[in-house]
């Protein structure tokens, strides 16, 4: 069974930073992208970046460009997102999510974890 | 990477059928066969329902069907239950490693 679970939520001050984990098993986790999706307090779906199986290819989202970085231990099967730079607008709840397809991009996502929250505020 | 466009809210009664949009542009939903829909229930993890426009997986009732013609993508949903009240956001390869999401729809079971 696939299993994915995020840690390292919490409140931080704006101007601050936070690390995310993702933990996973079930799956060979280095042959799949990996993204992270946060969601606001009452509002939709965001995409915040992307992961390739390999980690040699990442993207982001403009919102967080700059800010944000992602990235993945395969030898642990765990994702990662340093989040910088820390604003209010970052406030959500932040999703990781796998990759429907082994060898391709995140083109859709089959196995989401519970999420974990950030609080941004002083 | 400007969000899809969805209704924000369509609703049904119980047994009918409603269909959801999704509008891009040709650099996302128009360009790719690659268009996506996710369930959300309240404090819950998105569920993926369908995938590459019209696929579903294993263990999603055949009453959820999607579709898509030029920029727009569209998810009906036959036969409405209650546990098919929720919120549904649709989502569309853009090109590399990156996708955009729709604002998302509320359906509601009347």
């Known amino acids: 069974e696939v299993q994915l679970g995020e840690s390292g939520g919490g409140l931080v001050q704006p101007g601050g930073s936070l690390r995310l984990s993702c933990a996973t098993s079930g799956f060979t986790f280095s042959s799949y992208a990996m993204t992270w999706v946060r969601q606001a307090p009452g509002k939709g779906l965001e995409w915040v970046s992307g992961i390739s199986g390999s980690g040699g290819s990442t993207y982001y989202a403009d919102s967080v460009k700059g800010r944000f970085i992602i990235s993945r231990d395969n030898s642990r099967n765990t994702l990662y997102l340093q989040m910088n730079s820390l604003r209010a607008e970052d406030t959500a709840v932040y999703y990781c999510?796998?990759?429907?397809?082994?060898?391709?991009?995140?083109?859709?996502?089959?196995?989401w974890g519970q999420g974990t929250l950030v609080t941004v505020s002083s | 990477q400007s969000a899809l466009t969805q209704p924000r809210s369509v609703s049904g009664s119980p047994g009918q059928s409603v269909t959801i949009s999704c509008t891009g542009t040709?650099?996302?939903?128009?360009?790719?066969?690659?268009v996506s829909w996710y369930q959300q229930h309240p404090g819950k993890a998105p569920k993926l329902m369908i995938y590459d426009v019209t696929r579903r997986p294993s263990g999603v009732p055949d009453r959820f069907s999607g579709s898509k013609s030029g920029n727009t993508a569209s998810l009906t949903i036959s036969g409405l239950q209650a546990e098919d009240e929720a919120d549904y956001y649709c989502c569309s390869y853009a090109g590399g490693y990156s996708v955009v999401f729709g604002g998302g729809t509320k359906l509601t079971v009347l």
């Open positions: 999510a796998k990759g429907g397809r082994a060898a391709a991009g995140p083109i859709y996502f089959d196995s």
């Open positions: 040709s650099s996302d939903v128009g360009g790719y066969n690659y």
